[in-house]
């Protein structure tokens, strides 16, 4: 059986923005990382029901940056931009798509942003919302100049969070059907935790929150009444006498609710957790991901197998997964992604 697997990069050096590669599940092993589509540093890719892609772009005019979204109707093999939605400044970190209310959320590391879009028939965007927050901020210095939205999606009850790297706040918003939000609570993480993405088990109440700065991942009771969050235990994801930088990266949750694997960029390795009935992490595993600086990883359909994207090594490695221990073993690495960043399925 093969499934296929969308790869967002950087541009910065080789990549020429989107791919694909296939996975053969029965080897099992990586093949074929073709070129799919141009676009300005791709980090980051949304899949749309109505077969699109909502994507991170950025353009580079006379000397001036303009960031936004590229969109593709992929209904076809080959991919057909639609529409491209920039404005003057960096690009987006992150795009999520709600398909419920036909709306496309951002979050703008630099500028500070969150926006939300809505979706027409055609698939073109309109913004319907902009919100900023003026926070104070923490003591990193990577947190000096401001708030820094790095994530924005869907709670398991359809509200919005924002995880702010910046404030060291997550924020958690109701979403109008015509795709305005408004503020329902905000959690204070310790200062210098530097919040980057968070991922939600319904079944157990709890979510589970990276901190990049901090290389930690912090277990949260959600009140899905009261749309609050509030911090439960605080795990570290790298060795205490790791004293080399690292900054932890994405957050995968098992389907069963019993493993959480988080990756470490300059560790360069993969830390896996073991997640007890209250959602409470036990560390079982740190494997290397045979590359430098691993931003995404995501598992095929039958999470057997997870996929790494190493950036700066321009190589994704392959593991077998245990289900009965969560541990990971690797079995192919040094397979050719030029500057990979997000892994996402294609189906």
């Known amino acids: 059986m093969t499934e296929d697997f969308y790869i967002g990069t950087y541009t910065k050096r080789i990549s020429r923005g989107i791919y694909r590669?296939?996975?053969?599940?029965?080897?099992?092993?990586?093949?074929?990382?073709?070129?799919?589509?141009?676009?300005?540093?791709?980090?980051?890719?949304?899949?749309a029901a109505e077969k699109r892609l909502y994507v991170?772009?950025?353009?580079?005019?006379?000397?001036?940056?303009?960031?936004?979204?590229?969109?593709?109707?992929?209904?076809?093999?080959?991919?057909?931009?639609?529409?491209?939605?920039?404005?003057?400044?960096?690009?987006?970190?992150?795009?999520?798509?709600?398909?419920?209310?036909q709306?496309?959320?951002?979050?703008?590391?630099?500028?500070?942003?969150?926006?939300?879009?809505?979706?027409?028939?055609?698939?073109?965007?309109?913004?319907?919302?902009?919100?900023?927050?003026?926070?104070?901020?923490?003591?990193?210095?990577?947190?000096?100049?401001?708030?820094?939205p790095h994530f924005t999606n869907l709670t398991p009850d359809?509200?919005?969070?924002?995880?702010d790297l910046g404030t060291d706040k997550v924020y958690i918003y109701d979403v109008s059907d015509a795709g305005k939000l408004t503020a329902v609570s905000h959690v204070d993480l310790p200062a210098g935790y530097g919040p980057r993405h968070i991922i939600f088990d319904d079944k157990k109440g709890v979510a589970y929150l990276v901190g990049e700065l901090s290389s930690n991942v912090a277990t949260l009771d959600y009140d899905a009444a009261a749309g609050k969050l509030t911090v439960k235990q605080i795990s570290h994801?790298?060795?205490?006498?790791?004293?080399?930088?690292?900054?932890?990266?994405?957050?995968?949750?098992?389907?069963?609710?019993?493993?959480?694997?988080?990756?470490?960029?300059?560790?360069?390795?993969?830390?896996?957790?073991?997640?007890?009935?209250?959602?409470?992490?036990?560390?079982?595993?740190?494997i290397s991901t045979e590359g430098d600086f691993p931003r995404d990883f995501n598992m095929n359909s039958d999470e057997s197998l997870v996929i790494v994207v190493n950036q700066n090594s321009d190589n994704?490695?392959?593991?077998?997964?245990?289900?009965?221990?969560?541990?990971?073993?690797?079995?192919?690495?040094?397979f050719m992604v030029p500057e990979g960043v997000c892994v996402v399925p294609v189906k």
């Open 21 to 47: 590669v296939s996975l053969d599940t029965k080897t099992p092993k990586l093949m074929d990382c073709e070129w799919l589509a141009s676009a300005g540093s791709p980090t980051y890719i949304a899949k």
């Open 56 to 101: 991170i772009n950025k353009k580079e005019t006379d000397g001036q940056t303009q960031g936004g979204l590229i969109i593709y109707d992929v209904s076809e093999e080959k991919p057909r931009a639609i529409q491209q939605v920039l404005e003057h400044g960096a690009s987006p970190a992150y795009v999520a798509v709600d398909e419920a209310r």
């Open 103 to 148: 709306l496309v959320y951002t979050a703008n590391y630099h500028k500070g942003l969150v926006d939300v879009y809505a979706i027409a028939d055609d698939g073109t965007l309109t913004e319907t919302d902009e919100v900023h927050d003026d926070d104070p901020v923490g003591p990193a210095p990577e947190q000096a100049d401001g708030a820094h």
């Open 158 to 163: 359809n509200r919005l969070v924002v995880c």
């Open 237 to 286: 994801t790298i060795p205490d006498d790791w004293t080399a930088h690292n900054g932890s990266a994405a957050i995968r949750l098992s389907s069963d609710g019993r493993f959480v694997y988080v990756s470490n960029r300059g560790h360069n390795s993969i830390t896996v957790f073991a997640a007890d009935d209250e959602g409470k992490l036990t560390t079982v595993q740190r």
């Open 316 to 334: 994704a490695t392959l593991y077998k997964r245990d289900a009965d221990s969560g541990k990971l073993t690797m079995v192919q690495k040094d």
